[in-house]
């Protein structure tokens, strides 16, 4: 599968951004999808994951009731809402993909198949 995320910006504080991630290649209900980020100097770190039919979503715990991850098989995308977006999410945003996800999804980058190529976010406070 390829994925390509978009959506990112240059938003101040306070404000939102919806990143999508499309998918094409096999098929996209086929994988469990995760979002991850990497801030300038630091590690890839995990940000939300969703489930192949999207009954089942987990999320770091600092974006908890920010940020929300949704998936339209329909359309073979995932989006990720940012709300109250502060200037730590400033960070390379990647969308990845898990073919053999089982009962609980990874939220390790090494628990993902296939990624992105990023899309970048920067908050100015």
């Known amino acids: 599968v390829q994925l390509q995320a978009s959506g990112g910006g240059l938003v101040q504080a306070g404000g939102s951004l919806r990143l999508s991630c499309a998918a094409s290649?096999?098929?996209?209900?086929?994988?469990?999808m995760g979002w991850f980020r990497q801030a300038p100097g630091k590690e890839r770190e995990f940000v939300a994951a969703?489930?192949?039919?999207?009954?089942?979503?987990y999320y770091k715990d600092s974006v908890k009731g920010r940020f929300t991850v949704s998936r339209d098989n329909a359309k073979n995308t995932v989006n990720l809402q940012i709300n109250s977006l502060k200037p730590e999410d400033t960070a390379v945003y990647y969308c990845?993909?898990?073919?053999?996800?089982?009962?609980?999804?990874?939220?390790?980058?090494?628990?993902?198949?296939?990624w992105g190529q990023g899309t970048l976010v920067t908050v100015s406070s």
């Open positions: 990845a993909a898990d073919y053999s996800a089982g009962v609980v999804l990874p939220t390790t980058p090494r628990g993902y198949d296939y």
């Open positions: 290649g096999r098929t996209f209900s086929s994988y469990a």
């Open positions: 969703i489930s192949r039919s999207g009954d089942r979503i």
